[in-house]
Nanobody, 127 residues
Framework: QVQLVESGGGLVQAGGSLRLSCVVSGRTINNDAMAWFRQAPGKEREFVAGLSWSGTIMDYADSVKGRFAISRDNAKDTVNLQMNSLKPEDTAVYFC????????????????????WGQGTQVTVSS
């Protein structure tokens, strides 16, 4: 059974930083693209950042470019999201997602291309 467990969320003031982690069990992530999505109250889930299974191709939502950084450790089946210069509009539940990709150089921003999801971790940024 594949499980994704996120951690690292919390309450932070605007301008602060948080580091989210997602640990995968029941599967090795060597051939999986990994991504972070988020969902704010009353809004649809949106793509935040993604990373190919080679670890060389990254994609970010325009709203987080230059502030967030995604990374992965295949040996530990872990993906991280470093979030800096946080803004109140970053407040959301953040979800980790995993999806098989044939190519090591592909990462998708589409939620339907990810097969497994975590339960989410709350990030709240106060102004």
């Amino acid at each position: 059974q594949v499980q994704l467990v996120e951690s690292g969320g919390g309450l932070v003031q605007a301008g602060g930083s948080l580091r989210l982690s997602c640990v995968v069990s029941g599967r090795t992530i060597n051939n999986d693209a990994m991504a972070w999505f988020r969902q704010a109250p009353g809004k649809e889930r949106e793509f935040v950042a993604g990373l190919s299974w080679s670890g060389t191709i990254m994609d970010y939502a325009d709203s987080v470019k230059g502030r967030f950084a995604i990374s992965r450790d295949n040996a530990k089946d872990t993906v991280n999201l470093q979030m800096n210069s946080l803004k109140p509009e970053d407040t959301a539940v953040y979800f980790c997602a995993l999806g098989w990709q044939r190519s090591p150089w592909v990462v998708s921003s589409r939620s339907d291309e990810y097969d497994f999801w975590g339960q989410g971790t709350q990030v709240t940024v106060s102004s």
